[in-house]
């Protein structure tokens, strides 16, 4: 079964930075998308930044393109989110997400982190 637990979130600053990680179990993650999404309050989950586990390939969301990087620790089997210039509107819980690559729905979840962002 695959876990991902989430950790790194907290309460910054506008312009400032964090790094959110994610340690993944459960399996070996060579034909696995991780990645991460973000839910703020009465908004729709949505897609922030993916990493294809072999290979390392990166997508981001365009609203967090230059600011964000994507990156993975296979020793660690750890998915890391840097996030630098943040701002007011990325203020939401954090989620850390695995799929096949294949093309499968992100069907693994972890519990999420909070980052919340102030002025």
């Known amino acids: 079964q695959v876990q991902l637990v989430e950790s790194g979130g907290g309460l910054v600053q506008a312009g400032g930075s964090l790094r959110l990680s994610c340690e993944a179990s459960g399996r070996t993650f060579s034909a696995y998308d991780l990645g991460w999404f973000r839910q703020a309050p009465g908004k729709e989950r949505e897609f922030v930044a993916r990493v294809r586990w072999s290979g390392g390939s990166t997508d981001y969301a365009d609203s967090v393109k230059g600011r964000f990087t994507i990156s993975r620790d296979s020793a660690k089997n750890t998915v890391y989110l840097q996030m630098n210039s943040l701002k007011l509107e990325d203020t939401a819980v954090y989620y850390c997400?695995?799929?096949?690559?294949?093309?499968?729905?992100?069907?693994?979840w972890g519990q999420g982190t909070q980052v919340t962002v102030s002025s």
């Open positions: 997400a695995a799929r096949l690559i294949t093309g499968t729905p992100w069907n693994y």
